[in-house]
């Protein structure tokens, strides 16, 4: 059973950071197809790619966040971590970890026909 498991959301302040943590346990991957990912949905908006890393270390920024998020991923951990930095109040939304094989480029996150998801965790960006 693939478990994936998100923490480390909250409330942070416009211009702050904001570390979350992703722990997967029960998947299983070639280690160069895999994908770890972190995705985002505000209510109204589309689900959003944040950051993505593949197992040979490659990664993907939105165009929203480059520049101020890191993704980095520890595999003797299972851990993938997602470092948010000079937050902005439109970076508040319910955001996702995924495990799969692939980026996931749907609309709405999450979609259980794509990978593994977890069950969010609220990042609230206000002044």
């Known amino acids: 059973v693939v478990q994936v498991v998100e923490s480390g959301g909250g409330s942070v302040q416009i211009g702050g950071s904001l570390r979350l943590s992703c722990l997967v346990s029960?998947?299983?991957?070639?280690?160069?197809?895999?994908?770890m990912g972190w995705y985002r949905q505000a209510p109204g908006s589309e689900c959003e790619l944040v950051a993505d890393i593949s197992g040979s270390g490659i990664t993907h920024y939105g165009d929203s966040v480059r520049g101020r998020v890191t993704i980095s991923q520890d595999n003797a951990k299972n851990t993938v971590l997602l470092e948010m930095n000079r937050m902005k109040s439109e970076d508040t939304a319910l955001y996702y970890c995924?495990?799969?094989?692939?980026?996931?480029?749907?609309?709405?996150?999450?979609?259980?026909?794509?990978?593994?998801w977890g069950t969010g965790t609220q990042v609230t960006v206000s002044s």
């Open positions: 029960g998947f299983t991957s070639d280690f160069y197809d895999s994908h």
């Open positions: 995924k495990a799969g094989n692939s980026l996931y480029v749907g609309s709405t996150c999450p979609n259980s026909d794509f990978g593994y």
